[in-house]
């Protein structure tokens, strides 16, 4: 199949999103959107650096890659709309793997309503995805990591540190243990981005939001950074899985802290506004916790805190120092 | 460097778009474009396949590959104004180099009024430039491919043959020769994509647009085949440099005809819309010149005829067949 024959198996036939003009098959993509805000980024993941065909099938290539542009736009309070995808295809590679990372990302973007709108397919040495993804959010109702106060609550969604335990299962443990712990490998190689749950938030002037990618003391840190305040962590109302709980302590505390892409959403918003979060969070089926609160910054504070029992510790994106 | 200061090197101080709202430093950027559609695609360039550093300097190859994404606005009559990349680094490329890169896309898109609103940086084995680029156009107004109707005239921007020429210069010919083709050689490593023009003949109510990326023979097919039309061109009105003169006949064919990357334009408009054709043309300092004609598509018809003298060939992207 060349590339020509490859695009034409790949092109949507039917398109989801109203505001679409033009899909695939001119020199680009068109649409209008008069009335929202747009917003974009774009991914890219290299292979057996951002994956690896020993714990994940193609079709969870694809699928985790979308997945996390999708996270991307729910850390701004936006939906997903279109997405273009730029892949470059080493010869090793079959039509059939190639299709099934197609298919994965298919899944996803129909579960979000999203269109496939443009791409290019080269040949090259590795295997490389790069995804722009564009979005649409009322007007000035983007959230940024900006957006924290003192005095805001800390919440995040669903439960921390599963994907980095589902790829420690699928790395370390035989097909009995990985059956066991289904639910972690699949939260690893399937993940939820949240952006329903961030865009039904709008009617909350202000909100900080970031996705967790990279785990919650980078992300906290982000927050802290860009808004100069400081992020207080309740170690212990760090929502996490049952399954954990069998894992040693320390590999637990790992993974919740610094176990990245459970594209799971922090976010901050005043205190009057919590009842809006727990009740747009109960219609969308999403689990939120509070975990902590928003204090000054100062030039002799840090950025987090994490607070556990009686200690405190400052957290940064590599560890955690134990206050005096 | 690590990639969050290289990211901050690279972050624009300030942003000429107007409808930027956020630029680099969230999750995503944000831009509201309520009077206009909004054109995006995405082109992807692998080093040692798109390009290589026996024939570029590493400012050339940030050049050319923006302008390649610039020319795609310009087909679809649309005017650039953001682009996001995703660069794959491997080891052996100097941060010097990667500048440079930067350097390149940064000209060309100062020249062209367009801000850098996104990006990711990863590492892995070859070097891959994947670039996303948006424009705007007025409503209604792009140019697809598929907007050609029998009696239209055919028409090109600049002279075609350039930039395989100067590739051709480039692999086979020393120092000296090299100093005499300077132009050629320019027009390979830096061409001029045509935005502006292709933007100002908005007044014209319909026009086939396409790029001339992969030669005209190609584009011309890829219009007929939209449009369901045979696409007419005399091949003695091919503009091409005085330059190509001194090289064989039909090196000068193959480069005319078949060479990729001049990012001119090939467009059919119908004939009472010819004379704003070349005003704008004048207006814009671009040479247009009308290459042939549009007829019907039949069934006994291929898409492209080449008129040379007496002599018709079927033109096709792989070469052409005379007709008995």
Known sequence: MDEFDFIKSIQQKNYVQSSLIKGIGDDAAVFRQNYKDTVTSVDTFVEDIHFSRNTMLPFHIGYRALAANISDMAAMGCEPAYYLISIVIPKHWSEKDLADIYLGMKDIATENKMDLIGGDTVSGKELVLSITVIGFVDKDKSRYRSHAISGDII??????????????????????????????????????????????LKSISRIALNDISDGIAN????????????????????????????????????????????????????????????????STKTKVTAIGY???????????????????SILDKSGYTHLK
Request: aromatic share 10%; proline share 5%.
């Open 219 to 282: 992300e906290a840190a982000e927050i802290a950074d860009a808004s100069k305040v400081t992020m207080n962590i309740e170690y212990n109302s760090i929502p996490y899985h049952d399954l954990l709980k069998g894992f040693d302590k320390d590999m637990q505390k790992e993974w919740k802290l610094f176990g990245g892409e459970d594209f799971e959403l922090i976010g901050t918003v005043p205190k009057k506004d919590w009842d809006i979060v727990k009740k747009v969070a109960e």
């Open 155 to 200: 919440f995040v969604t669903g439960t921390l540190g599963d994907s980095a335990a589902g790829l420690h299962i699928l790395m370390n443990h035989e097909k009995e243990t990985q059956e066991k712990f289904k639910y972690l490998i699949d939260r690893h190689r399937m993940p939820t981005p949240r952006p329903v749950f961030a865009n039904n």
């Open 294 to 312: 928003v204090t000054d910054y100062t030039d002799s504070n840090p950025n987090v805190f994490l607070h556990e029992d009686k200690d405190v």
